[in-house]
């Protein structure tokens, strides 16, 4: 009997409509499951030819062997696709969904859904246990994200989990979501607009089955063991105005969560529904906005953003969710129209520019999911839309819009200056990340990197000795968080593993791996000296349910095997070191938070060489080489290796 796995994949050919199923067990324990599954399907099945919106690109949504147990935060959702977002031009890459889509769908019987072709016209997709088909959504095509559910639910039960496309993935934004709940959603990629192009406007589930699990008793241990209704390990505790604000109720993103999460909080709207909003919808409605959009150093201005007062806030939050629009988008889009008007640009063509008017705003968001006015421009997204205005405004806007979305087209994030102010070192792990992900690679980073930046700023004494002392435990050496540019790269790739497997187990990475142990006060953390956490947690998870006897060794080998193959499928579309080298004038830029920068030259040598060299790719494109793919048991990607190199001489 299979533990874990449900042991079944979902196929649908959306152009002739037929379903079928296929075994999972080919790919696990090989590629666990969630995202690491996906990236071997992609290369297996997405032609190098497609581009994001061709019949031929697949959506793949998969779980993995720990969603749908008492593993904590394991009801988590990957989705996969070529995105329509990343620019130049599109490859493939992922999202993960929390909420509780995952696990019912392992209750329907599967791990995976592998979705393939366009409809004729729109339909969505039914699963009930076994039964599974295409149905006519020809009274969905035109509802926003929460009527489409509420529509679905009030025909197929209240138990029905759904994820939908609103407008915005109708009209093929590029940065259009796939929704699910209030507030959760495949956000930062676009893949609504490729759900969109397929005329695929649900995916609904309901499942009546159960996952097998191997071990029970020691899986309701480690769940206990963990602590139920505790703090996550995260840093939130030092922003805590006091002990009682750690126990007010929080929203549960995710089924089987059983922390305290702080990235949570509720909020209720002028008729009185209470209402969840998570991570970045915490930031439009805490007029939070300014300080996270201010940026000011070495010539360069990102003005603050505006809030429009608590209750209108909260309207919009809802209806970027409704119109199924990516939250980030308020985050580049607003402080570049302030921008705009600072320099006494009032107009972009003939549509006039309010971007600090809340009316003006929200109509702005309408245009934007229907491709009309102003909306149409800015529906390919900013960095696509400078393209499209060169030679307009002013340079310093074109500049500007550029380096809001630096990234290959994802909104600067973590990266030490815009929106972020992570210091040294933590910025220069974060470089090794952008050059080589696939995708914003500081969402899902959390808890193993990027979020310990902020022990550091609270105190830097302190965090030096804890972090040499949690650095020396785990990775045998002392100085990977010192603040200079040796030594990053181990780190950086561990980092990358561990959101590897964050994501195909899956689990949530604001709590996992548990790298630092959870503190409850800022008086806690202070007073101890290894801080460090319970970073075999995951293993023994894994084990728990599955009952294989997996090592660490092991669950690197298939995380890395999985990252090269997500390297393979980005080259194809041409991203190579020639391409991730234009990242490095953006670290020429002093850092918010500590005023350190690095040239291009030594970005060149101490931060791509570096991490090439310590992932086994070669220094002139940044591809992996043969010996390194023979490592992983990958001997059959050598040959498109070889084309592609070829390809971009």
Not at 193 to 222: C, D, F, M, N, Q
Not at 271 to 290: H, Q, S, T
Not at 477 to 490: L, Q, R, V
Not at 518 to 528: D, G, L, Q, V
């Amino acid at each position: 009997m299979t533990h874990g796995w449900m042991g079944k994949i979902l196929d649908v050919n959306l152009t002739t409509g037929t379903i079928s199923t296929r075994d999972t067990m080919p790919y696990a324990p090989s590629y666990i499951g969630g995202r690491a599954l996906a990236s071997r399907i992609a290369w297996e099945e997405i032609p190098a030819s497609a581009d994001a919106l061709d019949p031929e690109n697949r959506v793949i949504i998969a779980t993995g062997p720990l969603c749908g147990t008492l593993a904590p935060t394991s009801g988590r959702t990957i989705m996969s696709s070529l995105s329509p977002r990343t620019y130049p031009r599109a490859w493939y890459t992922y999202s993960t969904v929390g909420g509780w889509f995952g696990p019912e769908l392992k209750y329907a019987g599967f791990d995976a859904i592998v979705i393939t072709g366009k409809a004729e016209s729109p339909v969505y997709l039914e699963i009930h246990d076994e039964e599974v088909r295409l149905a006519d959504a020809a009274d969905l095509w035109g509802l926003d994200a929460r009527e489409t559910q509420l529509t679905l639910k009030s025909k197929l039960g209240e138990q029905t989990k759904v994820l939908t496309i609103g407008p915005a993935g109708e009209n093929l934004v590029r940065f259009a979501t796939v929704q699910h709940e209030e507030e959760n959603a495949a956000a930062h990629m676009g893949f609504g607009a490729v759900w969109g192009s397929k005329y695929l406007k649900a995916v609904t589930v309901r499942g009546t089955k159960g996952v097998s699990v191997a071990y029970p008793e020691e899986l309701i241990k480690e769940m206990i063991g963990a602590g139920i209704a505790r703090r996550a390990p995260t840093v939130a505790f030092l922003k805590e105005k006091s002990a009682q604000s750690s126990k007010k109720p929080r929203p549960v993103c995710t089924q089987a969560c059983a922390f305290n999460c702080s990235i949570g909080g509720y909020e209720s709207t002028p008729e009185g529904r209470l209402i969840p909003a998570f991570c970045i919808g915490r930031v439009w409605r805490l007029d939070a906005m300014a300080p996270a959009t201010y940026y000011s150093g070495g010539g360069v201005r990102v003005p603050p953003s505006r809030s429009f007062g608590r209750s209108e806030e909260i309207f919009l939050h809802e209806l970027c969710n409704s119109l199924g629009i990516d939250l980030w988008f308020r985050l580049v889009m607003q402080p570049w129209f302030i921008r705009c008007r600072e320099l006494g640009i009032n107009k972009i063509r003939e549509y006039d520019l309010e971007p600090e008017n809340g009316t003006w705003f929200k109509q702005f968001m309408y245009q934007l999911a229907n491709r009309e006015g102003l909306g149409d421009i800015f529906a390919e997204d900013v960095r696509r839309s400078m393209d499209e205005l060169e030679g307009e405004p002013p340079e310093e806007l074109i500049w500007l819009g550029r380096e809001l979305e630096f990234n290959f087209g994802f909104p600067a994030h973590r990266e030490g200056r815009f929106w972020d102010g992570e210091p040294l070192p933590f910025w220069v792990i974060s470089a090794m990340m952008l050059i080589s992900s696939n995708r914003d690679p500081s969402i899902g980073t959390h808890q193993s990197c990027l979020l310990n930046a902020e022990f550091f700023l609270a105190d830097k004494e302190l965090s030096r000795r804890q972090f040499r002392r949690l650095s020396e435990k785990v990775w045998g050496y002392a100085d990977a968080f010192e603040p200079t540019f040796e030594n990053k790269a181990p780190l950086a790739i561990w980092t990358q593993d561990q959101h590897m497997l964050i994501d195909s187990l899956p689990l949530c990475d604001f709590a996992f791996p548990q790298l630092v142990r959870p503190f409850e006060n800022r008086a806690e953390w202070e007073a101890s000296e290894d801080i460090s956490g319970d970073i075999d947690l995951t293993r023994r998870l894994l084990v728990d349910v599955t009952g294989q006897e997996i090592s660490w060794e092991d669950m690197t080998l298939a995380a890395r095997r999985a990252f090269t193959i997500e390297r393979v499928l980005a080259a194809r579309a041409g991203k190579n070191r020639v391409m991730e080298e234009t990242l490095a004038s953006h670290f020429t830029l002093p850092c918010a938070s500590d005023g350190t920068f690095i040239s291009e030259e030594d970005f060149s040598r101490l931060i791509m060489d570096a991490y090439y060299s310590a992932r086994g790719w070669d220094l002139e494109k940044g591809l992996p080489l043969p010996e390194t793919l023979r490592a992983l048991g990958l001997e059959e990607l050598i040959p498109e290796l070889d084309e592609i190199r070829r390809s971009a001489l």
